[in-house]
């Protein structure tokens, strides 16, 4: 059967579409703005999306086609933004899931950019296994651009009807002091409701009076940020009937309550964040106590001196009562226990979000404190700092290999480009070194990218530069985890016999925030270019 007749009987290919590029312009940057053509061949058309980001937690979506030229306002695009380049190919090379505009609907916001983020960081895989899951990342962000933008179709509304919910939702941001309800919307698009609550939920991710309530508390927020009205005047002014119910549903939806919130923008809030300093000290806050290891020390990176320390690794957080917190943020890897402890002291947040993922990471604790453009700062300075260390590290290596070894006092593990977190993002990812491939036996627990080494397997360990850090958690006497530096397998090493062995700090390195990745930059570029 050939393709036309695959088409009649219903059964032809589906159009694929195949990431090309993605490019992080920093605002500042000049980039200009090409008109795409047909050069990847005569059965693909090419395509591009240009992400713009606000610096508000919000941001704009544009596609566009080949041949065709794209207007964007320049104020628009001051801001940093991400172009991805992609190719569709197929029966036509246009299937009818592509939306037909330049501007897209990308809500919400944070999702877009969370896909993004994570395609940004395997923007170099080669490993097969990342190589497929950059490839499903990509589809998994066209899937949900698609949704939000479909063509009419007979089983998803018509025009009318998509037209009708964008009218609602225009309705809701200017009209979101009053009393709406999902009647009243549901008349206004000219839906039924049962079908309205459906659209409105494809085209926002929301039902409509959960969206009507995180604009509200969007605006509440901006107002407890910028002025120092009554809160039952924000309340009101907001659209929430009383006081009360703004308290709780604000606490519902952010997290903490609105005059602590307000203490936040103001550098006020008493908050303590154990292993989570970094993300709090990039926001430009500051904890009340830091976190401290009997074994690991502080985290001295960070320069917080001044600030008490707490032993977390004692296992009893009843002690952080005596500092006052108005917040207790900690991280999902606790028993439950120490959560029931920290809630009796104050309020306690716990973050969810996988670790590996330190810009998610620092968007959503941004998003506690109302300072997410202080985060889409700090990311975007990051990324142009990656790569102007990308591109001298380029021209200084030639293709030299690098290892990295975590040592202690019965353990050698190595970190290989596998890795999604801590030194692997940075050393091969955002630096884009060349890894020198595991020597070793796969991680039991089950961690991609570390490699359990013996003294033995250190023969094969042949990369040009060796970074090393020394983790004294197994070590019964001072020193013990050093002992690996005598073995006769260790000064064989080409490394260490050319002198290109390169200790750096521990916690710095164990660590995966904003700060802690720009200190390993900072590094890498000292020792290595």
């Known amino acids: 059967?050939?393709?036309?007749?695959?088409?009649?009987?219903?059964?032809?290919?589906?159009?694929?579409?195949?990431?090309?590029?993605?490019?992080?312009?920093?605002?500042?940057?000049?980039?200009?703005?090409?008109?795409?053509?047909?050069?990847?061949?005569?059965?693909?058309?090419?395509?591009?999306?240009?992400?713009?980001?606000?610096?508000?937690?919000?941001?704009?979506?544009?596609?566009?086609?080949?041949?065709?030229?794209?207007?964007?306002?320049?104020?628009?695009?001051?801001?940093?933004?991400?172009?991805?380049?992609?190719?569709?190919?197929?029966?036509?090379?246009?299937?009818?899931?592509?939306?037909?505009?330049?501007?897209?609907?990308?809500?919400?916001?944070?999702?877009?950019?969370?896909?993004?983020?994570?395609?940004?960081?395997?923007?170099?895989?080669?490993?097969?296994?990342?190589?497929?899951?950059?490839f499903v990342r990509f589809q998994e962000l066209l899937l949900f651009l698609f949704r939000q933008n479909a063509p009419a179709a007979e089983d998803k509304g018509t025009d009318i009807e998509r037209e009708g919910v964008e009218l609602s939702i225009r309705h809701i941001h200017q009209y979101y002091r009053e009393l709406l309800t999902l009647e009243e919307l549901a008349s206004l698009a000219g839906i039924d409701r049962w079908k309205y609550t459906r659209l409105f939920k494809e085209a926002t991710g929301q039902v409509p009076l959960q969206y009507l309530n995180e604009v509200r508390i969007n605006q509440a927020k901006k107002w407890l940020a910028s002025a120092d009205d009554k809160l039952l005047d924000i309340a009101l002014n907001a659209g929430f009937n009383n006081e009360y119910y703004f308290n709780r549903r604000f606490k519902q939806t952010v997290g903490i309550s609105p005059g602590q919130y307000r203490r936040s923008r103001k550098g006020q809030l008493r908050v303590v964040a154990p292993y989570l300093e970094d993300f709090i000290v990039a926001l430009d806050m500051q904890p009340i106590v830091q976190y401290w290891h009997a074994k690991w020390g502080k985290q001295d990176y960070l320069g917080l001196n001044h600030i008490p320390t707490f032993d977390e690794?004692?296992?009893?957080?009843?002690?952080?009562?005596?500092?006052?917190?108005?917040?207790?943020?900690?991280?999902?890897?606790?028993?439950?226990?120490?959560?029931?402890?920290?809630?009796?002291?104050s309020n306690t947040c716990i973050l969810r979000e996988q670790t590996h993922n330190w810009r998610t990471l620092l968007r959503t604790v941004a998003d506690y404190f109302g300072r997410t453009e202080l985060a889409d700062e700090a990311i975007a300075k990051y990324a142009f700092k990656a790569r102007s260390a990308s591109h001298k590290l380029s021209r200084a290596m030639k293709g030299e290999t690098v290892a990295f070894l975590r040592i202690s006092a019965d353990h050698i593990i190595q970190y290989t480009e596998e890795g999604q977190g801590f030194v692997s993002a940075v050393l091969y990812d955002d630096v884009g070194l060349r890894s020198h491939p595991a020597v070793g036996v796969a991680s039991k627990a089950n961690r991609p990218g570390m490699f359990n080494l013996s003294v033995e397997d250190l023969r094969a360990l042949t990369a040009d530069h060796l970074f090393i850090t020394f983790d004294k958690w197994h070590s019964q006497a001072e020193g013990k985890e050093r002992e690996l530096l005598e073995q006769p397998e260790w000064r064989d090493l080409p490394a260490v016999r050319n002198n290109r062995v390169y200790e750096v700090d521990f916690l710095t390195w164990m660590n995966n925030g904003v700060i802690s990745n720009g200190k390993k930059i900072d590094d890498i570029l000292r020792l290595l270019a």
């Open 1 to 134: 059967m050939d393709i036309e007749q695959r088409k009649q009987a219903g059964t032809a290919p589906l159009v694929q579409y195949a990431l090309r590029s993605i490019r992080l312009i920093v605002a500042g940057e000049q980039a200009e703005m090409s008109e795409l053509d047909d050069s990847d061949g005569n059965d693909k058309e090419s395509f591009e999306l240009l992400v713009i980001m606000s610096g508000t937690g919000q941001g704009k979506c544009y596609l566009q086609r080949s041949g065709r030229s794209l207007c964007v306002d320049q104020e628009v695009m001051s801001g940093s933004y991400y172009r991805v380049r992609f190719v569709a190919s197929g029966y036509d090379a246009v299937s009818s899931l592509l939306p037909d505009k330049q501007e897209l609907i990308c809500v919400p916001f944070a999702k877009t950019m969370e896909l993004l983020d994570e395609l940004y960081g395997l923007r170099e895989a080669s490993g097969e296994l990342e190589l497929f899951q950059r």
């Open 313 to 345: 690794n004692g296992g009893n957080f009843d002690a952080l009562s005596g500092y006052k917190p108005d917040l207790i943020l900690l991280a999902d890897r606790y028993e439950q226990q120490q959560y029931s402890q920290c809630r009796r002291i």
